[in-house]
């Protein structure tokens, strides 16, 4: 399950609705970055890195290699998680591959961001995702979970880091950042001693769990128009968003991922800067706005909003094999005369129909709109989709047939009933209606 635009797109629910079918829940890829949002009842929860898989008792939640994992936020997510009764014991494991993301990663981030001159800034998170996989590939100055769990050596590692990165912070940014490696490996030490039971090798972990014919359902963060290598460089995040990145990030074989879901909205978003070639400046954004609550899970920022990409789409579904989409958000464009879809981009006159390498040109891009009509009618909880108005039903069918997927979800509000399921996913949320406690 991936996102294919440019990160919350409602993948939360959507994990939330398919995992109950699931044994195992995987998160391959990204940080606290993420946020994705479910809501069981009227208990909302933002999960950053514990892979959403934790809120349903059936399914086991992995954190793979390739997750950036920062100590501290994992243990404020899991003191929150068993403060409102769910169950984190031996249903949550942590690679001891992964890599950690530490106070100079998320300092590093922010000097990197505050300073970027000539527009450089990406308007990150903040969460240090950058600067730890850029460590993570430099290989000499970075700390991995099973060093966490070895004193002596995590206090070698924390020794001859600190001190470099102070010098390269106040060469670069004119400060140290008050950096001391005895505070770094004090924070450190607290969070190895309680993650320790929930590390192991996570990926012959799931090797076996499949081997004996486990369902795994691999949790993709962020989205595909981030990804390092096929988003919209460099208005990006640093990790392998699609399912490219799981074989990598989890440690399964490539053949293992069969059936892709990609997450759409019924319109697009994105936070931070780079291009959205969609984008409703005016009244039309804010409306998508305020209605979709179209505020940041992570930091709050307000989401730039704009009609559905589908160029942005069509490209994100055919790099990642989608072989269904998820729509959600489709209650929030209720009460627009027309709906907006832009089919093609136009740039220096010219028309595009696919998503360019050259971030710079798509900033200079003019979407081409096709208009469809609206629907006055609040759709909010509709489970039955001949229940949607005419015109709904048509949306769906045109960005079927410009996505060349099936639309087999289709969210009709932000609770874990409210959604249509059809096709391959009938009956699924069918099956948990009334809501599966969490443990
Ligand atoms: P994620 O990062 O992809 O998991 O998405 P986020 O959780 O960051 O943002 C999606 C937001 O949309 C959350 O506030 C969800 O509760 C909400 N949401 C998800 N699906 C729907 C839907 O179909 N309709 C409405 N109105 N809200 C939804
Ligand atoms: P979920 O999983 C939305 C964006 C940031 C920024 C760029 C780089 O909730 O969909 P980073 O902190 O990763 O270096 O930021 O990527 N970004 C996201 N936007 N949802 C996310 O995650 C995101 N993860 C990263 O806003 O533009
Ligand atoms: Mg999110």
């Given at each position: ?104 990663h998320?300092?590093e981030d922010?000097?990197g ?15 240090g995702i950058g600067p730890c996989y850029a460590d ?304």
């Open positions: 399950m991936v996102g294919l635009t440019w990160g919350d797109e409602g993948k939360g629910k959507v994990i939330d609705l398919l995992c109950s079918r699931f044994d195992e829940v995987v998160r391959y890829n990204g940080g606290a970055n993420a946020g994705h949002t479910v809501w069981v009842g009227e208990q909302r929860f933002a999960l950053h890195l514990v892979p959403t898989g934790i809120l349903r008792p059936r399914a086991t939640a992995v954190i793979g290699p390739g997750v950036a994992l920062d100590p501290l936020v994992l243990l404020d997510e899991i003191s929150e998680l068993r403060s409102r009764g769910v169950r984190v014991a031996d249903n949550l494991k942590i690679s001891d591959r992964a890599h950690v993301v530490t106070v100079y998320k300092l922010a000097l961001e505050s300073q970027a001159g000539g527009g450089g800034r990406i308007g990150t998170t903040s969460r993570k590939m430099r290989r000499y100055a970075a700390v991995r979970v099973c060093d966490l769990l070895d004193e002596r050596r995590l206090a070698q590692l924390v020794g001859s880091i600190v001190p470099l990165k102070r010098r390269q912070f106040t060469a670069l940014y004119g400060t140290d950042g008050g950096l001391n490696a005895e505070g770094v490996l004090e924070e450190l030490a607290i969070a190895a001693a309680e993650l320790r039971p929930h590390v192991c090798d996570t990926g012959a972990y799931v090797r076996g769990r499949i081997a004996s014919g486990a369902k795994v359902l691999f949790e993709g963060a962020n989205g595909v128009m981030l990804d390092i290598d096929h988003g919209t460089y460099p208005y990006v995040t640093s990790s392998s968003t699609g399912p490219h990145g799981v074989p990598g990030g989890a440690g399964v074989p490539a053949a293992t991922v069969r059936d892709v879901v990609g997450v759409t909205k019924a319109y697009t978003t994105r936070v931070g800067e780079g291009p959205l070639v969609s984008e409703l400046p005016g009244e039309d954004g804010d409306r998508i706005r305020e209605r979709g609550r179209e505020y940041g899970t992570t930091t709050g920022r307000p989401r730039r909003c704009g009609w559905l990409d589908a160029v942005a789409l069509r490209y994100a579904a055919e790099l990642v094999g989608a072989t269904e989409l998820a729509m959600m958000h489709l209650d929030t464009l209720s009460g627009f005369e027309k709906v907006g879809i832009c089919i093609a981009y136009e740039i220096d006159g010219h028309p595009v129909d696919t998503v360019l390498a050259d971030a710079s040109l798509l900033e200079r891009a003019a979407p081409v709109i096709e208009y469809c009509p609206g629907w006055s009618e609040e759709i909010r909880g509709i489970r039955d989709y001949q229940e949607l108005p005419a015109a709904a039903q048509a949306y769906v069918a045109r960005i079927e047939s410009l996505s060349g997927c099936p639309v087999t979800l289709i969210g009709t509000g932000p609770g874990r009933s409210e959604c249509i399921c059809r096709g391959r996913r009938e009956g699924l949320a069918t099956a948990d209606q009334g809501g599966e406690a969490h443990a």
